[in-house]
């Protein structure tokens, strides 16, 4: 069964507008790694989490992990048409657990 | 350096039908899984290779196998094709396991 859940499924979000997604799970994790693939096209790795409570960023995006290790979120600022994709979270042990994603789309 | 390469991009298979997809690694990685991504769905991890032995191995069944060879590329064979294995077949490399990237994908419709 899947042991990563993401929340939202799909955001609909006017150019500009903040985005988040939401990745939780009911055990605590070791990592979380977060991946973007854009329509068609393939995962790409952008950041792992590894310390409770760790906060990173990149440029717009903000990726937080929750004290507890059980959570894990993403934040884009101002978004903008490049953002439009899938933003799945996954927990790597060896292997990728992925979560379901969350579809965002960006209006012009 | 050429990243993640996959074979074919697309293919379309009959049911019942036998399937080999092909994937060569980063130059420099060791390390080559394989995952599958139904429409709409986040990739499920198939199997993982590593020294030409299969390391771990996710819930699919015996239909589904692979191989690695000695220049550390893999090939992923189904047998045996149901509609239901209609998706992107991914296969990802790794040197240390920490950073996974991702080929392009085969795309695989069964009819």
């Known amino acids: 069964g899947q042991q990563v859940m993401q929340i939202p499924q799909y955001q609909h979000v006017q150019e500009g507008e903040d985005f988040t997604t939401y990745c939780n799970s009911s055990t605590t994790l070791s990592n979380i790694q977060w991946y973007k693939q854009r329509p068609g096209g393939h995962p790409v790795f952008l950041i792992q989490l590894v310390k409770s409570g760790e906060v990173k960023k990149q440029k717009r995006l903000t990726f937080q992990f929750g004290e507890a290790k059980k959570n894990s979120s993403l934040h884009i600022t101002a978004t903008q048409t490049t953002d439009v994709g899938t933003y799945f979270c996954a927990k790597f042990g060896g292997k990728l657990i992925f979560g379901q994603g969350t579809e965002l789309s960006v209006k012009p | 350096d050429a990243g993640v390469t996959q074979s074919p991009t697309h293919l379309i298979k009959t049911r019942g039908q036998q399937v080999t997809l092909r994937c060569s690694p980063k130059?420099?990685?060791?390390?080559v899984s394989w995952y599958q991504q139904a429409l709409g769905q986040g990739p499920q991890f198939i199997f993982q290779y590593y020294e030409e032995e299969e390391r771990q191995r996710g819930n699919f069944p015996d239909r589904f196998s692979g191989h690695q060879f000695p220049n550390y590329s893999s090939e992923l064979n189904v047998n045996a094709l149901l509609l239901g294995d209609s998706a992107l077949y991914l296969c990802a490399s790794s040197f240390n396991l920490y950073e996974q990237y991702f080929g392009p994908g085969t795309r695989l419709t069964v009819t």
């Open positions: 130059s420099g990685h060791d390390t």
